[in-house]
């Protein structure tokens, strides 16, 4: 796996055993990236990482709570020993926790625990990862933020959306500080998409409908249409793409009302 549009970079992606981190973690391999597959689950980065060995590529398994800074240090310090460098970070782990509503009625433990991981470890991420993205001469961070970082949620999920737009923020700050050293900062937005998680959100044809009426494609997005847009904005072919929050919604933030809606 020498050939593609990673070729030499050495990815850590978070939240990588599953969803959208397991298909770019996949698919950074398969575009010729050395990948640290890292995961709260370790038996699923493992997973993952034994596939991406399985087809030739190069990857290992790391265990990491985001929320924890020295798990995210230490996470740093293997990623650069196994692999020889950090040059991309794709901080996409991430919850969405059951009792996360509105301001009245999420419990304290709710919030605390969806910002440390959500936005805190995102920051973590970047504390400890900036210092070897320098020692590489330069490289790609992308942040995994949401669609609900610049509209509101259709059902309230306070803690969920605060967190997702801090980390918008906090990327076109990062993007702005360090774009003269080599270092390009943006933030994904997607959509629904249908992963393990949204499968929970929606678990019957009634609430998987009332969503899919307001989406202009029809559909919930595939984690690898996000892989694919993952791919680029760590690749040299986003070179001049830095600070931008990047839309991968099928359409939902341009649309008042689809045709169907209005039928």
Partial sequence: MSAGRLAGKHAVITGGGAGIGRESALLFAREGAAVAVADLDSKAAEATATEIAAAGGKALAIAVDVADAQSVAAMIVAAESGLGAVDVLFNNAGVMLGGDNG????EQAIWDRTIAVNL????????FGLPALHRAGGGAILNM???????????????YTASKGGVLAMTREIAVQYGRQNIRANALLPGPIGTPLTAQLFDTPEKLERRRVHMPLGRFGKAVEVA?????????AASYVTGAGWL??????????TPEDAV
């Fill in 248 to 257: 991968v919604d099928g359409g939902i933030h341009a649309a008042y009302v």
């Fill in 145 to 159: 933020s949401s669609l609900v970082a610049v509209m509101g949620a259709a059902v309230p999920q306070l803690a």
């Fill in 103 to 106: 301001p009245e009625d999420t």
């Fill in 228 to 236: 694919e847009v993952a791919l680029f904005l760590c690749s040299d």
């Fill in 120 to 127: 805190t470890g995102v920051f973590h991420c970047c504390r």
